[in-house]
């Protein structure tokens, strides 16, 4: 069932394909952003506050108006009706219902993708213990704190099977326990074929990815492998690895 | 692997379910949806206490007009909450269409109009002594119709609502008009030519004079049956339009 990483050709067609796009949100947001996010890997967005990273995300969920340029995703336009069985989105403020239980919440989730009897209870089942919160299935989401409301709001997007989970800014004030085994399980789902871009603006996270989007001020400061950037940096840390971009961007331009 | 018809009627149960069991957790909007109707109505044959025939006359009208208004200030709060929730971008990241989540709600609000309509009916006709020439059940279902056109309603305008400040002052723009030109005050025919011709494309008119007819005339007549099949014609007018405006792409 799952397509094993090895078995891809170099050449393969990129999950998430953007070409030269420019995003105006009153004013230019996001300029000229190109890049490319191969599958089955874990990719991670970050810069910091206000840098773009939620309104590139958007973009590529297909949410975003008044964005120019080429954003393709699985081959297909940012947004295409076929493409909402295969992309998982969680928005960075949790977007859940506050005013019933987590398994409600979970089970209407399930229902709209599809999921029914048996196999909805067992995916539902099968979340809460990705996210660790079993034990407040029965409890009103409006009644949870703000770190257990964005846990719910994730478990949604492990419902389904998507070729594409995009995560806007996760693991932000989680216990680092719980952290740690959300990036385990970001892990896992891209050996198993699914490609995951995850955001952060806390750039210790940099270095739980294969690959990383560095952003600042609306522009792509470097795109790529991550060994490669460190590597090309003379660096050993991501945040310094983006500091050599921001203090010296031109001597470092990749050929 | 199911045929794509069966799925999407299960989206909309699952959301009339989902938004069912938000009411559920919230007893407080559900009796103001069932009681807020009878406490006006009483409130009506009160005011009109010393006024013999008025309200014979009003009170079928404004049968038309208060579930109207009560499901409309409900449906425009309810997915301007989705908004802000952020679970309608979540939901028109997944597979389901905009006009199923509309109809998911008329769903779960139907249920609550048809319990709405029979209690306001029992209560106007059993105690207020409300005079009804026509079958009662037409009565029920002309209220419950109505109450699903104020749904409507207020689903197409909340599309156009960006805050809650602003769907609420979208009530007193989209109702307020209708109410004046309804037949409440002045029946249609003694207006002017162009203020008939307004009354004309507002669907409360419709839902006034079906009531007013149910309460006069003795059995179906056709011109009640035209009012109702306006009725339902803006209803789906509006849900249809709903959808359409339903914004994926925001700025
Ligand atoms: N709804 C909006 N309308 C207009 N401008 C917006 C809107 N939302 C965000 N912006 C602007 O777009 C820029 C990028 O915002 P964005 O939310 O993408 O940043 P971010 O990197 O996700 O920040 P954070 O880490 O704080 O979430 C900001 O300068 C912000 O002011
Ligand atoms: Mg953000």
Excluded at chain 2, 79 to 100: A, F, I, K, Q, S
Aim: proline share 5%; aromatic share 6%; net charge positive.
């Amino acid at each position: 069932m799952f397509v094993p990483l090895d078995a891809l050709s170099e050449n393969q067609q990129p999950v998430v394909r953007v070409d030269q796009m420019t995003v105006v949100r009153r004013r230019v947001v996001l300029r000229n952003i190109s890049f490319a996010v191969p599958m089955g890997s874990v990719t991670g967005l970050l810069g910091p506050s206000g840098s773009g990273k939620t309104t590139l995300i958007r973009t590529i969920v297909g949410l975003q108006a008044r964005a120019s340029g080429t954003v393709e995703v699985l081959g297909l336009p940012a947004g295409s009706a076929s493409l909402r069985r295969e992309v998982g989105y969680v928005s960075q403020a949790p977007s859940v219902y506050p005013d019933v239980t987590v398994r409600e919440n979970l089970r209407y989730f399930a229902s709209v993708l599809g999921l029914r009897g048996e196999p909805r209870a067992q995916a539902v089942r099968r979340v809460l213990s990705d996210v660790d919160l079993t034990a407040l299935a029965g409890t009103v989401v409006g009644r949870l704190s703000g770190g257990e409301r964005s846990r719910v709001s994730l478990a949604v997007a492990f419902l389904g099977t998507p070729r594409l989970l995009v995560l806007d800014e996760p693991t932000v004030g989680l216990d680092p326990v719980l952290r740690r085994d959300l990036w385990a399980l970001f892990g896992r789902q891209a050996r198993h074929g699914t490609t995951v871009l995850v955001s952060s603006h806390v750039m210790d996270e940099a270095d739980r990815c294969d690959r990383l989007l560095l952003l600042r001020e609306g522009r792509l400061l470097a795109a790529g492998d991550r060994g490669e950037l460190l590597a090309r940096t003379g660096t050993v840390r991501a945040e310094d690895a983006f500091l050599r971009l921001v203090e010296a961007p031109h001597s470092l331009e990749a050929g | 692997m199911t045929v794509p018809a069966g799925r999407e009627a299960r989206t909309v149960f699952a959301t009339a379910r989902r938004v069912l069991g938000q009411l559920a957790h919230d007893l407080g909007t559900v009796a103001l949806i069932l009681a807020l109707p009878c406490v006006l109505l009483i409130l009506l044959r009160w005011v009109f206490h010393g006024v013999p025939g008025s309200f014979a006359r009003a009170g079928p009208q404004l049968f038309g007009v208060f579930p109207l208004i009560v499901m409309y200030l409900v449906a425009s709060v309810a997915t301007l909450r989705e908004r802000v929730n952020g679970t309608l971008d979540r939901l028109l990241c997944l597979p389901m269409r905009r006009l199923d989540l509309l109809l998911g709600y008329v769903v779960a609000f139907g249920v609550l109009a048809v319990a709405q309509a029979g209690i306001a009916t029992g209560l106007a006709v059993g105690v207020l002594g409300m005079r009804v020439a026509g079958p009662v059940w037409l009565l029920l279902l002309a209220a419950a119709l109505d109450a699903l056109l104020g749904l409507a309603l207020g689903l197409l305008t909340s599309a156009f609502a960006r805050t809650e400040f602003q769907a609420v002052q979208y009530l007193p723009a989209v109702i307020l008009p209708q109410f004046l030109l309804c037949g409440l005050f002045v029946p249609p025919e003694a207006m002017d030519g162009t203020l008939r011709l307004l009354a004309d494309t507002m669907p409360m008119t419709y839902a006034v004079q079906a009531t007013s007819r149910i309460a006069t005339e003795p059995g179906i007549t056709s011109a009640l049956l035209a009012d109702l099949a306006a009725v339902t014609a803006f209803l789906l007018a509006c849900l249809i339009l709903g959808a359409f405006t339903l914004r994926r792409r925001t700025p």
